[in-house]
């Protein structure tokens, strides 16, 4: 069990245990515009904006995770976002 966990979370760097880190801007962005649209519940144009730049920064941070992710959780993570991302785009209505 512990290869198993020192192989998945294992920082192949730095050696140490990583399974979150700080976030950084294309997280901030998804946090900060999500939140936006959440609280402020804009009409129309303004709403499609912020979900536009909520999930391309999604996109762009589970596609950074997925290529340059410290092991393979992170790795994994990044996957995963890409996924969900994907499948929001392929059930979307016109």
């Known amino acids: 069990m512990r290869r198993a ?3 998945a979370f294992r920082d192949r760097r730095t050696g140490a245990i990583t399974v979150a880190q700080w976030p950084n801007l294309p997280l901030w962005l998804f946090a ?6 959440w ?3 804009p009409p129309g ?3 499609w904006a912020l979900r ?3 999930g391309a920064s999604l996109a ?3 596609i950074d995770e ?3 992710g410290v092991n393979p959780w992170r790795r994994f ?4 976002a890409l996924a969900g991302q994907a499948l929001v785009l392929a059930t979307a209505g016109p």
């Not at 900060?32 to 649209?37: E, I």
């Not at 993570?77 to 995963?80: Q, V």
């Open 5 to 7: 966990i020192d192989w």
């Open 52 to 54: 536009l730049i909520a």
């Open 60 to 62: 762009w941070w589970a």
């Open 32 to 37: 900060g515009t999500s939140l936006a649209d």
């Open 45 to 47: 144009t303004v709403a």
């Open 39 to 41: 609280i402020l519940n």
């Open 77 to 80: 993570l990044g996957a995963a």
């Open 66 to 68: 997925l290529l340059r």
